[in-house]
């Protein structure tokens, strides 16, 4: 393989054989397709990846010849498979040198494939790993950076378009088509998950499935949606109300909007998860709505939308300078509906860098 200079994916694999060495093992078996694209660039559906201290070899099929040549040829050997990817893992190990003890990535690795290493890989000694790239891939450089501002901009500019189009009458099915309409039309390469339009009693459904309920006078309609960019994701909702707000409507939303940017600007490299949570909690809290603010604060995003680190009361592990995260506070109501906001900040070394701008202020849909 011919290494391409100053390319950011050799600085990984380093990065990752360091970790190996710490760890005790010769080797990685890779199986998750994020931590393959970060490595390597490689994007396709079907592949193993092996990475040791003196190789780094993808195995793919026959349908990624040339995507996997064009995307990983520059750091990795290209392996292809005509039949079974592991079978031809069997051909590639014995060939790499000083190679006895290989991790894998318990979190990854199905049951079946489990079966295949116990029966068919008794040669080598296995390990269960976990986090050893997604540890690496918190810390985002300035072209992952990029690719996420991108797919905030898609986002941003898809929601201005579909806001004018959300009426009475329409299903929430109807506002996720339009939604999503526009995230293609503008440039989104997926939807990093399943768009939630979420309007009236709905609303206090966090997760809630776009349904065919129509929206009326007076709803709460939550948006949370995203797109993708180079392979990195954006995660952003705000919440509307479909004609004019009462009094009970504006005050829940002011509480959650200054938890919101009481939050993003005060979460720091170094901060742990749980203190971090706690900056929206205790404000929520300390406003009667504790019990009604029942998720996590947020999480990490870039080639997953849900990735390291974690904003949760249970997280003691630190936020890290380069991390992008969530800052998301809700209040949910049963019967009543739900308000959230939600915003992507970058944990810059000089502090947090919120890179969404939609406006945050409540909008009266009218």
């Keep these: 393989m011919q290494s391409v200079a100053g390319d950011p994916r050799e600085g990984r694999i380093a990065r990752l054989r360091a970790g190996l060495l710490s760890a005790g093992l010769d080797a990685l078996l890779i199986s998750s397709r994020a931590n393959t694209r970060y490595l390597t660039g490689f994007s396709g559906s079907s592949s193993l ?3 040791s201290q003196a190789a780094t070899v993808l195995i793919t099929d026959f349908r990624y010849r040339a995507q996997g040549r064009v995307e990983a040829g520059g750091v990795a050997d290209l392996e292809i498979e005509g039949t079974s990817l592991w079978s031809r893992l069997w051909t590639v190990l014995p060939r790499l040198a000083g190679v006895s ?10 049951h079946v494939d489990a079966q295949r290493v116990v029966e068919s890989g008794a040669r080598w000694q296995w390990r269960p790993t976990a986090n050893l790239v997604e540890s690496l891939r918190q810390q985002k450089d300035a072209g992952e950076l990029e690719c996420i501002k991108a797919a905030v901009a898609i986002a941003e500019l898809a929601l201005e378009r579909t806001v004018p189009e ?11 088509a339009r939604l999503e309409m526009w995230l293609r039309e503008l440039g989104s390469e997926a939807h990093p998950f399943e768009t939630i339009i979420a309007s009236g009693e709905r609303s206090a459904l966090p997760h809630a499935h776009a349904s065919r309920r129509e929206l009326q006078d007076g709803d709460l309609i939550i948006v949370d949606f995203g797109a993708v960019s180079g392979g990195y ?53 300390r406003h009667g709505l504790g019990a009604e603010f029942g998720h996590s604060l947020g999480h990490g995003i870039g080639l997953e939308v849900h990735e390291a680190p974690r904003l949760a009361k249970t997280i003691d592990a630190p936020l890290m300078v380069g991390a992008v995260v969530t800052i998301e506070p809700g209040v949910y109501r049963d019967g009543w509906g739900g308000i959230r906001i939600e915003d992507d900040v970058w944990i810059g070394p000089d502090g947090p860098v919120v890179l969404t701008a939609f406006p945050r202020q409540l909008m009266e849909l009218v």
């Design 101 to 110: 003890s290989v991790g894998f990535e318990s979190q990854h690795m199905l």
């Design 49 to 51: 990846l092996v990475v």
């Design 166 to 176: 959300i009426a009475a009458g329409r299903t929430e099915l109807e506002v996720a």
């Design 233 to 285: 994701c954006s995660d952003i909702t705000r919440t509307f109300v479909l004609g004019r707000a009462n009094a009970a409507q504006r005050e829940a939303y002011d509480i959650v909007r200054e938890a919101n940017a009481t939050a993003s600007a005060a979460v720091w490299a170094g901060m742990r998860g749980r203190d971090a949570d706690a900056i929206a909690r205790d404000y929520i809290e």
